[in-house]
């Protein structure tokens, strides 16, 4: 089983809905979770961590956490074509980070 | 401005060649990462250091190597036993104070690899 997983998508939304990427873990000790975005042929970069159960919200973005489930998700209002990108989960275990394969996210004009 | 550079940004690479990839760090982070990325795939560590002279082997290490010598410093070799080394190499930093778990990553701007 992988440390974490992601639906691969492709994910394809309409400009203005909302966008929802799943996440899973499978490390219950687990203590905190991050969503970074990549734009194509660039570096990932953080947008959004969540430590504690419930909703962190940032602007457009919705982090959700439910430790019992080993469920983390992002939702993205409003989406917006400069949304249009991979989004990866991240969940640190001792001193390593586990990445999922990434969300890739179009959003049509 | 603090961050992480890595460079080049392209590098082609003849069979049979070791190459070189520089990650240099201004954020005075303590723990450095080395990652490989395919497409369609996510992020597979490649090796990582916590510490100045000090680095351990990630899930993929094999074909590659790392040296330590300083804190902002954390050069990838890729050298000719790797197989099949085109792919987009990313270096990551981190702190390691307060608490550790809740510190993010922050990633260069990458360099894409080919074997020509």
């Known amino acids: 089983q992988k440390e974490v997983e992601q639906n691969s998508g492709p994910l394809s939304v309409p400009e203005g809905a909302i966008a929802s990427l799943n996440c899973t873990y499978s490390?219950?000790?687990?203590?905190?979770f991050f969503w970074y975005r990549q734009y194509s042929g660039k570096s990932p970069e953080l947008i959004m961590s969540?430590?504690?159960?419930g909703d962190k919200e940032d602007g457009r973005f919705t982090a959700q956490l439910n430790k019992a489930s080993q469920y983390v998700s992002l939702l993205i209002r409003d989406s917006q074509p400069s949304d249009s990108a991979t989004y990866l989960c991240?969940?640190?275990?001792?001193?390593?980070?586990?990445f999922g394969t990434g969300t890739s996210l179009t959003v049509i004009p | 401005d603090g961050g992480i550079t890595q460079s080049p940004k392209y590098l082609f690479r003849k069979e049979g060649q070791n190459v070189t990839l520089s990650c240099e760090q201004n954020?005075?982070?303590?723990?450095m990462y080395w990652y490989r990325q395919d497409p369609g795939q996510g992020l597979r560590l490649i090796y990582y250091?916590?510490?100045?002279?000090?680095?351990q082997k990630g899930d993929i290490a094999e074909g590659y190597s790392v040296s330590r010598e300083k804190k902002e410093s954390f050069p990838l070799t890729v050298t000719s036993a790797q197989k099949n080394p085109t792919a987009f190499y990313l270096c990551?930093?981190?702190?390691?104070?307060?608490?550790?778990?809740?510190?993010?990553?922050?990633f260069g701007p990458g360099t894409r690899l080919t074997v020509l």
């Open positions: 954020l005075n982070h303590d723990a």
């Open positions: 250091s916590q510490i100045v002279n000090d680095f």
């Open positions: 990551a930093s981190r702190w390691s104070g307060g608490e550790y778990s809740y510190n993010e990553q922050f």
């Open positions: 991240a969940v640190p275990t001792g001193n390593q980070f586990y």
């Open positions: 490390d219950r000790g687990s203590q905190s």
């Open positions: 969540i430590y504690s159960n």
